[in-house]
């Protein structure tokens, strides 16, 4: 059986994602890691301890900072889908080379009235059709709206792939 899991935000080699704070001035990353290496590590073991080699993992956007943390991309366990974010900038091709199978703009589930994009989608798109996007983009925020909206950037998901659906 294949499990699908979202996760957003990695930010491989983002070393500047350690110095993030929240709204309260709280550090967001830099006080669950002391160096991006160690960052990084934990979020490869976190991942790899969760997912299966035939789970599908969509990761909702900002994957690496920088072309040479893509090589983390094929120390991932599963089946790899991009949706790309803000910070994804690098041509389609790149992601694939690095061990994406596809990568998408957003990706719509109609059966299951899913959208997954990186940012949130406008209300109008979902609530008129009663359906919920999964996102990134927010980090440790989070909208109020529970039934149309559900961020999964790491922060989110305990720094590891959410299971979606079995």
């Not at 996760?7 to 991006?36: P, V």
């Not at 059709?129 to 909206?149: A, F, Q, S, T």
């Amino acid at each position: 059986m294949t499990n699908i899991f979202v996760i957003a935000d990695t930010h491989f080699g983002h070393r500047n994602i350690l110095t993030f704070k929240d709204r309260e001035g709280n550090l967001i990353r830099g006080s669950h890691f002391k160096t991006i290496e160690e960052h990084d590590e934990a979020l490869v073991a976190n991942w790899n301890a969760t997912v299966q080699p035939m789970d599908h993992v969509y990761h909702l956007g900002d994957v690496v900072i920088n072309k040479r943390s893509l090589d983390i991309i094929h120390r991932l366990a599963g089946h790899k889908r991009l949706v790309l974010g803000n910070h994804d900038i690098f041509p389609v091709e790149t992601y694939l080379a690095a061990g994406f199978e596809k990568v998408y703009g957003v990706r719509v589930f109609p059966a299951h009235g899913l959208i997954f994009s990186h940012i949130p989608l406008h209300p109008n798109s979902l609530v008129e059709r009663g359906w919920k996007n999964i996102h990134g983009h927010m980090h440790n925020n989070k909208l109020d709206d529970e039934v149309h909206y559900q961020c999964v950037s790491v922060e989110h998901t305990e720094y590891k792939p959410l299971l979606l659906m079995r």
